[in-house]
C-alpha cells in the first residue's frame, strides 16, 4: 500500500511560537491531502483540504490564517500552527488519497500523526 | 452525509468474534459503506468498504442487509493487538472527504 509519513512526530513549544509539520506521500504522487485535528478520546475532525499549486479548501470554523496550509509539490504539504497557544495543543494527522483509485472507492491514507505540545 | 450511529465501546476477549454494528438510516442510493481502524497515537487505517450484501477481506468482513441502512463489521478471532478504535463512515466515493464520527472502542482482554 501507499505510505504516508509526517514530521516531527512530536513537537514540544513555547506560547507564541510558530511549528510547521510535514506530511510526505512516500511512494506515491498526491494532487489532494488532508489535515485532520483530534483532541484526546475525541474524533478526527477535518481542517481543511490541501490541493497542490492551489489554495487550500477550509472547513468551517477552521483559522486559515491560524493554520497555513501549502502543497508545493506532489509528494509534500506542510502546516504550520502560527503563535501557538495552549489551546492548539492536539494530534494533528495527515492523509491523502488512494493512488490506487477506482470508482467504488475512497480509501485514505493516513500518516502516523504528529503530537502537539504547547506549553 | 449520512449520520452513523455506533456502540461507544465493546469489550471481548481473544479468539472471539466481534460484530460492530453501525447505524445508517440515512444513507443515500450514492453512498457506500467504509470502515477504519485507528490505534493509539496513529493515524488511522482502512479496513473495509462495501455498498451491498457481504464483502469480505483478508482482515474482516462487512455485512450489510438489503435496505442497507446498517451494516455490521466482523473481525474474526480477535487478537490483543485488535484493540482499537473502529469508525464507520458513509459517503459518495467521489466526495473524497471523510467524516469520522465517534467510533467504538474495543478493547481485548485475555
Known amino acids: 500500500g501507499a505510505v504516508v509519513s509526517q514530521h516531527p512526530s512530536r513537537v514540544i513549544c513555547k506560547s507564541g511560537t510558530s511549528v510547521k509539520i510535514e506530511c510526505r506521500s512516500l511512494d506515491f504522487q498526491a494532487t489532494t491531502m488532508f489535515w485532520y485535528r483530534q483532541f484526546p478520546k475525541k474524533s478526527l475532525m477535518l481542517m481543511a483540504t490541501s490541493n497542490e499549486g492551489s489554495k487550500a479548501t477550509y472547513e468551517q470554523g477552521v483559522e486559515k490564517d491560524k493554520f497555513l496550509i501549502n502543497h508545493a509539490s506532489l509528494t509534500l504539504s506542510t502546516l504550520t500552527v502560527t503563535s501557538a497557544h495552549p489551546e492548539d495543543s492536539s494530534f494533528y494527522i495527515c492523509?491523502?488519497?488512494?493512488?490506487?483509485?477506482?470508482?467504488?472507492?475512497?480509501?485514505?491514507?493516513f500518516g502516523p500523526g504528529t503530537r502537539l505540545t504547547v506549553l | 452525509l449520512a449520520k452513523t450511529t455506533q456502540p461507544i465501546s465493546m469489550d471481548s476477549y481473544e479468539g472471539q468474534e466481534v460484530n460492530i454494528t453501525c447505524s445508517h438510516n440515512?444513507?443515500?442510493?450514492?453512498?457506500?459503506i467504509t470502515w477504519y481502524q485507528q490505534f493509539p497515537s496513529q493515524g488511522p487505517r482502512f479496513i473495509i468498504q462495501?455498498?451491498?450484501t457481504k464483502v469480505t477481506n483478508e482482515v474482516a468482513s462487512l455485512f450489510i442487509p438489503a435496505d442497507r441502512k446498517s451494516s455490521t463489521l466482523s473481525l474474526p478471532r480477535v487478537s490483543l493487538s485488535d484493540t482499537a478504535v473502529y469508525y464507520c463512515l458513509v459517503g459518495v466515493p467521489s466526495d473524497y472527504k471523510l467524516s469520522f464520527g465517534a467510533g467504538t472502542t474495543v478493547t481485548v482482554r485475555a
Open positions: 462495501g455498498y451491498k
Open positions: 492523509s491523502a488519497r488512494s493512488p490506487f483509485r477506482r470508482e467504488s472507492y475512497n480509501e485514505q491514507f
Open positions: 440515512n444513507i443515500a442510493t450514492n453512498d457506500y
